[in-house]
């Protein structure tokens, strides 16, 4: 009796096809064991225990397409060779060969595995985990090892595929942020021949003098296609460039060797095209508000040395008048003793000679006072060549943008921007309708 006999015969509801347990589980042992001789099943490592026998036992798990686990009880018996089994480990993806069994006494069924090895990716997973050790031991994740990325490259060298869309997505973003040369090297990003191909390119991207940083990359995909980026000769090659590497592979979930050995990494192809120029418009307004701060320091500046010429001015002032009032007193003085019981004559003789001195002290009085009021004129006449506003007196006009920076060429506006343009008295808002190069044309 086959399976299907088994089954049908079991629901045909007939009363004299009733059967004691012991010959049910008899005959669904034998079933299982006949169908089952041989075969291989793949599935995920669960609960995974050598036991003191000598035998191995686990499970192989998998999910259905409704997120509930299946699960495959698995044993190596000892004289099948457990000893001989690989070391595995719970979340290892295998494929066990065997044989279904059966116990009847149970109701069990079982996988008698006699031999097991990692599938393709638990396999990988194995081979990636031995090479990041064996690099992590030579220092190739040093974060000390990482150089800058220049701010403002003149050349960006790029490998990957040109028939991908990530040499697409990482042009377009450069350009379109920054005027930058940019220089491909085709190569393969996946499959045979990819990691010569990807450390090829950096060599000779290497050798180019004007290419400031490299960029090494690909779009998404599986752990298998993004398999190149792990292998040791991509990896070595991207260590031991002599200019600085941007690993930009896959998506942001992605990660591969290459990303921990070059000097930074991009989650995305379009991240690395940000990451690797500046954006001409954030440089443009970083500029204008330097230009603002500069204009504003040098009307401070411009405002103190008018205070301090002010102060000078004073204190001359104050000079020249304590020193005629000194002049006075002693005029005084001299006038005091002429007059204190001289003769005639003498008092003439005293009184024109102190007219005299009086006339001369006069004279040396305004000449002294004279220098004093020239200097204070002409640093009136320099102050006043620093007001911004004096050309407005000669019919001049100080136009600015909305955003309240000076403009001083056509190059800063376009048609429709709206300025404000500043007169002797007053200002007005207007519309800009066409602009003019300055050179006429």
């Known amino acids: 009796m086959d399976l299907e006999e088994f089954v049908g015969s079991a629901g045909s509801g007939e009363t004299d096809a009733v059967m004691s347990v012991i010959v049910v589980s008899s005959r669904i042992k034998t079933l299982l ?12 490592v669960s609960g995974f225990k050598p036991a003191m026998s000598g035998h191995v036992y686990f499970s192989l798990a998998e999910r259905d397409a409704k997120g509930s686990t299946q699960k495959l009880d698995c044993v190596i018996y000892r ?3 457990a000893g001989r089994a690989p070391i595995l480990k719970d979340g290892d993806r295998v494929v066990a060969t065997g044989r279904i069994t059966a116990w009847a006494g149970a109701s069990r069924y079982q996988m008698s595995v006699d031999s097991v090895r ?5 396999n990988l997973l194995r081979q990636l985990e031995e090479l990041r050790s064996r690099l992590m031991s030579e220092g190739l994740f040093d974060p000390a090892r990482r150089r800058p990325i220049p701010s403002f490259p003149r050349r960006i060298g790029v490998v990957t595929s040109i028939r991908g869309a990530a040499v697409r997505d990482i042009a377009r973003t450069i350009l379109s942020r920054w005027p930058a040369d940019i220089l491909v090297v085709d190569s393969l990003v996946q499959g045979d021949g990819a990691a010569e191909g990807i450390a090829r390119g950096i060599e000779m991207l ?3 003098p004007e290419v400031d940083v490299i960029i090494v990359g690909r779009g998404g995909g599986s752990m298998e296609d993004l398999w190149a980026f792990n292998l040791e000769k991509t990896v070595r090659a991207v260590a031991g460039s002599r200019k600085p590497v941007i690993s930009a ?3 942001e979930i992605d990660h591969v060797l290459t990303d921990d050995v070059a000097d930074a990494r991009a989650a995305t192809p379009t991240a690395a095209g940000q990451m690797v120029v500046p954006s001409r418009d954030e440089i443009q307004v970083s500029i204008d508000d330097a230009a603002s701060r500069m204009g504003r320091a040098v009307a401070r500046r411009i405002d103190e040395s008018a205070q301090s010429m002010d102060d000078a001015a004073e204190m001359l002032a104050a000079a020249g008048r304590r020193m005629l009032d000194a002049r006075e007193r002693l005029l005084e003085s001299r006038r005091a003793r002429l007059a204190a019981g001289h003769p005639a004559r003498r008092l003439m003789d005293k009184s024109r000679h102190l007219e005299t001195a009086g006339v001369r002290l006069s004279s040396a009085g305004k000449r002294l006072l004279e220098r004093p009021a020239a200097n204070l004129e002409r640093l009136r006449l320099r102050i006043e060549s620093f007001n911004p506003a004096l050309p407005l007196d000669r019919g001049f006009a100080i136009v600015t943008t909305s955003g309240g920076a000076l403009v001083r060429g056509p190059s800063q506006l376009k048609r429709g921007d709206v300025v404000t343009v500043r007169l002797k008295k007053g200002a007005v808002d207007a519309q800009v309708t066409s602009v003019r190069p300055e050179n006429g044309g």
């Open 206 to 208: 290497n050798r180019v």
């Open 249 to 251: 592979v896959g998506h």
């Open 118 to 122: 990692l599938s393709g990716s638990g």
């Open 79 to 81: 004289f099948a060779g």
């Open 33 to 44: 064991e006949g169908t089952f001789r041989r075969v291989s099943v793949e599935g995920e």
